[in-house]
């Protein structure tokens, strides 16, 4: 089979199509036919040398991918040959096929394509995870996302807004909080020309936001604090402003707030797991409605993954850029 490598940790070029060993299913796991991956941030880290795989995951990028299953581990129940799914990864979503563990997979929600379903696992996994599981939010209250524009960001818009939630976004610029707004967000903060805390204060009768999702770490840790809510929650998925900072745990204290930091990638399985079965009872019906859609900024042939990641970093995309595998056409 066939696979992104990365040879030498670099930038977009280091990607390189090339042969490998063939994927094989283990005990508790299906082998899929990959039909697409999908770009995310962990894996431009990953090829600058950042981001090492879990102990035991392919070595090969892609957190989540779209295809057919093609046989079968032992101790897999509940699934055949044949199913299409779409399913998260630890790694190797960026091949022609991939080993997934049987708790981590997902079928496809009815009326979606196998090419459009596989902008579809990470991001759910990751909002509903922190969001809903994590952070709590309820109906009626304000959640604040950060990077409103980002695959993550759209999803969080849209099921926030399925709870009954209102949500303000930060975002650069007019034609993105143009697309957030499309999605339902109510608050729209641009952060090259406003500054949040004010502006969510403003829009709030200065109450604040009772969840914060965050992908930006130690550039807003201050700035989240103060635009929390009394009981506050405020979720850390990213760290794209740095790792370090000074926190006023006064003022945390004063509004009983709490902060949480997680990653997904390196759960156990059984976490995974639980946090799939969730999404499936919760998001995948939204989905399969229509209140709540993929975004797909574009879509890539896999062999050029490099560009992909370029597409990624020039920070222009709207949702999620997906990458196509060569079994269904490019």
């Known amino acids: 089979m066939h696979a992104i490598t990365i040879p030498e940790p670099g930038g977009p070029e280091a990607l390189v199509w090339a042969e490998v060993p063939d994927a094989e299913a283990g005990d508790g ?29 392919s070595p090969y990028p892609g957190l989540e991918c779209s295809g057919r299953i ?47 379903a596989a902008a579809l696992p ?31 960001g759209t ?19 007019p034609e993105k909080l143009a697309r957030c707004a499309e999605l339902g967000a109510d608050i729209l903060i641009d952060y090259r020309e406003q500054d949040f805390v004010e502006e969510l204060r403003s829009a709030t009768d200065g109450a604040g936001a009772d969840v914060i999702l965050d992908i930006m770490g130690a550039k807003y840790l201050d700035r989240n604090v103060r635009a929390l809510a009394v009981n506050g929650r405020l979720a850390v998925i990213g760290l794209q402003g740095g790792v370090k900072a000074e926190l006023n745990l006064g003022a945390l204290l004063a509004k009983r707030a709490a902060i949480t930091a997680t990653t ?67």
């Not at 082998?31 to 795989?53: I, K, M």
């Not at 044949?82 to 997902?106: I, M, N, R, S, T």
């Not at 709540?292 to 879509?299: H, K, P």
Request: aromatic share 4%.
């Open 29 to 57: 796991e299906v082998l899929v036919d990959v039909a697409a991956s999908a770009v995310n941030r962990a894996d431009l880290l990953q090829r600058q040398g950042f981001y090492e795989p879990p102990p035991g995951a």
């Open 264 to 330: 997904l990638r390196a759960r156990p399985l059984h976490e995974k797991a639980s946090i799939v079965a969730a999404v499936r009872e919760h998001v995948w019906p939204l989905v399969a409605a229509g209140t709540v859609r993929a975004v797909v900024d574009s879509t890539v042939p896999m062999r050029e993954a490099s560009e992909g990641h370029r597409a990624l970093e020039s920070g222009t995309h709207v949702g999620k850029v997906v990458l196509v595998s060569p079994t269904v056409g490019n």
């Open 70 to 116: 093609v046989a079968l581990g032992p101790g897999v129940s509940g699934w055949s040959v044949g199913d299409e799914v779409c399913a998260l990864l630890a790694g190797g979503g960026y091949a022609e096929k991939v080993a997934v563990p049987a708790g981590q997979l997902l079928p496809v929600p009815e009326g979606l394509d196998l090419v459009t």
């Open 122 to 152: 990470e991001v759910a996994c990751t909002v509903w995870s922190n969001v809903f599981m994590v952070a709590h939010l309820r109906p009626g209250e304000t959640l604040l996302v950060h990077g409103g524009a980002s695959g993550i």
């Open 155 to 173: 999803m969080a818009i849209q099921l926030a807004k399925a709870v009954g939630a209102k949500v303000a976004v930060t975002a650069g610029g």
